[in-house]
T-cell receptor, first 112, second 114 residues
Framework: NAGVTQTPKFRVLKTGQSMTLLCAQD?????MYWYRQDPGMGLRLIHY???????AKGEVPDGYNVSRLKKQNFLLGLESAAPSQTSVYFC???????????FGDGTRLSIL | GENVEQHPSTLSVQEGDSAVIKCTYS??????FPWYKQELGKRPQLIID?????GEKKDQRIAVTLNKTAKHFSLHITETQPEDSAVYFC?????????????FGGGTRLMVKP
């Protein structure tokens, strides 16, 4: 049981490039979340999903898109990366709204 | 939307002393308050949580208190140890149709000096 797995762990992009971050969970959780963590600002929610085939905007959705085609996977896409998107990205999941969230190890993304 | 403020941003204590971190929230409908510990370069890990139907919860050296009237909750760590050094985040959420989103505080860097 691997829990929540994020790939890649590190990535450097040039401004304007695109990429997709993958979050996979093997706990059959319905709810999945993508956060970004910047120094001194805690975790901010980008997008989330309450089940397969659903997505919704969080606190800071601009510049990102997501998809939840399979229950176990939640993808975060950057269509045209900008330096302001340099951050550490965390994925989390939980089985129901009343259960705690479980986090992945994070993806450190740098955009030059 | 919900706003969570956390204080202090840094806290330095001597090993064996107690540490207290405080958070305030703005939405009176919030009813779930977890605390996460994040070591350098690692994922946030849940250490304790409390729901609005209780005022206090303890787990060994860690306790959380909740004052719903004042809309604040606190983390208490007793007999601190060097391995308690980390960044601690509080969060708040409420039951809704929007995935029960967590709103996080800005974090407190706790340093326990041996």
């Amino acid at each position: 049981n691997a829990g929540v797995t994020q790939t890649p762990k590190f990535r450097v992009l040039k401004t304007g490039q695109s990429m997709t971050l993958l979050c996979a969970q093997d706990m059959n959780h319905e709810y999945m979340y993508w956060y970004r963590q910047d120094p001194g600002m805690g975790l901010r929610l980008i997008h989330y999903s309450v089940g397969e085939g659903t997505t919704a905007k969080g606190e800071v959705p601009d510049g990102y898109n997501v998809s939840r085609l399979k229950k176990q996977n939640f993808l975060l896409g950057l269509e045209s990366a900008a330096p302001s998107q340099t951050s550490v990205y965390f994925c989390a999941s939980r089985p129901s709204p009343k259960q705690p969230q479980h986090f992945g190890d994070g993806t450190r993304l740098s955009i030059l | 939307g919900e706003n969570v403020e956390q204080h202090p941003s840094t806290l330095s204590v001597q090993e064996g002393d107690s540490a207290v971190i405080k958070c305030t929230y703005s939405d009176s409908a919030s009813n779930y308050f977890p605390w996460y510990k994040q070591e350098l370069g690692k994922r946030p890990q849940l250490i304790i949580d409390i729901r609005s139907n209780v005022g206090e919860k303890k787990d060994q050296r860690i306790a959380v208190t909740l004052n719903k009237t004042a809309k604040h909750f606190s983390l208490h760590i007793t007999e601190t140890q060097p391995e308690d050094s980390a960044v601690y985040f509080c969060a708040a959420s409420k039951n809704n149709n929007a995935g029960n989103m967590l709103t996080f505080g800005g974090g407190t860097r706790l340093m326990v000096k041996p």
